[in-house]
């Protein structure tokens, strides 16, 4: 299809013309989740600039330099059925973060202002949201990287057990979207994403304030990317039975599940922080206490030595003395016999 035929099916795509119905469904949600400051708002942008086709703007606000500033969960609708959510960026992987990442994720929690709460701060604004659910919506997951920044071997292991979590939880295998595409190692991010087992993966180079201009590539990137995820959630409705009601149970039970065993976890990580902090404690403490042994002993000895070398000293002077005093006794005796045998020459004579 050309640009203009996909974007037509876009713009015209209703779980309503699904085989088998809708099933309960009323739109797709596209949630995209990913680092701060990886140009996820950049890409809601771009989605929107060439669905619309129409001026540029800042609709998602996004920053023009890195950084990210996301705070909050946003909304954009695309087209009648299809909405893009801005979720907050992750700043650092832990148990917390992605705890509230997959609550988002999970279409558990509502729009608006997003903190990083700890241990079950988060259960309870779960549960206290539980009313507001919104069941009519097909969630599908997208993992937004920049190519700017390399994946180290740690944070590819930790990001890939997000992505399968992510899936487990969604029941929907993640897109990648690689943005800022000819501004770092493409190749090597996309090798590093496959070897996450992430099969679709879409690169881009969003389009900003400052280069806006369109190209027939940019719009056929895009318009692919969410034509795949209209295949995508086609297939998926015609293939299994679909309970949205019951899904989102399942979701909620799945991050309950997850920040139960992460508060579990960091309590574990407490103990034996604290374990290890006693052992370095009495570590310490033994170890000053062999040291101030040491120096008492090293005290001792230099007493014992200055003693030692004190009546060195004392002998030897004295020797010194008795020496003197024996050679001026031998200089006397020798000046005696001296003026004695003079004497007697005298008398000789």
Same mark, same amino acid.
């Given at each position: ?217 940019? =719009? %056929?990137?895009?318009? &692919?990317?969410?034509? *795949?995820? #209209?295949?995508?959630?086609? $297939?998926?409705?015609?293939? !299994?039975? /679909? ?16 920040? =139960? %065993?992460?508060?579990? &976890?960091?309590?574990? *990580?407490? #103990?034996?922080?604290?374990? $290890?902090?006693?052992?370095? !404690?009495? /570590? ?66």
């Amino acid at each position: 299809m050309d640009i203009e035929e996909l974007r037509s099916c876009i713009n015209s795509f209703s779980l309503d013309k699904c085989k088998k119905g809708n099933q309960g469904f009323n739109r797709i949600l596209i949630q995209l989740f990913g680092f701060l400051g990886h140009g996820k708002s950049a890409f809601i942008n771009t989605c929107i600039y060439v669905l619309e086709d129409g001026e540029y703007q800042n609709w998602a606000k996004a920053k023009e330099e890195d950084g990210g500033s996301t705070m909050t969960r946003i909304p954009y609708k695309l087209t009648r059925n299809i909405t893009l959510v801005d979720n907050r960026g992750l700043g650092k992987m832990d148990g917390y973060e992605t705890g509230e990442i997959f609550a988002q994720l999970g279409n558990l929690l509502p729009l608006g202002k997003v903190d990083w709460p700890k241990g079950f701060e988060l259960v309870d604004r779960i549960t206290r949201a539980e009313k507001s659910m919104t069941t009519s919506d097909f969630i599908f997951p997208v993992f937004v990287h920049s190519v700017k920044t390399s994946i180290t071997s740690e944070e590819q292991e930790n990001i890939k057990k997000v992505l399968l979590k992510s899936r487990d939880l969604t029941g929907v295998y993640p897109i990648v979207v690689l943005t800022h595409k000819t501004s770092g190692k493409l190749t090597d991010t996309e090798n590093a994403f496959r070897d996450m087992g992430m099969e679709r993966i879409f690169s881009f180079e969003n389009y900003t304030k400052e280069d806006h201009m369109k190209t027939r590539g940019r =719009h %056929e990137e895009v318009l &692919k990317f969410l034509h *795949e995820v #209209i295949k995508d959630v086609q $297939f998926r409705i015609e293939h !299994r039975p /679909q309970d949205p009601v019951k899904e989102i149970m399942e979701r909620k039970s799945f991050v309950m599940r997850y920040i =139960h %065993e992460c508060a579990k &976890k960091a309590q574990q *990580e407490e #103990i034996e922080k604290q374990k $290890f902090m006693e052992q370095a !404690r009495l /570590q310490r403490q033994k170890r000053e206490q062999e040291e101030k042994i040491n120096r008492q002993s090293e005290r001792e000895r230099q007493d014992r030595d200055m003693e030692m070398k004190w009546k060195q000293e004392e002998l030897e002077r004295g020797r010194q003395t008795q020496l003197v005093r024996q050679n001026e006794e031998l200089q006397a005796e020798l000046e005696r016999l001296r003026k004695k045998s003079k004497k007697k020459w005298r008398i000789f004579r």
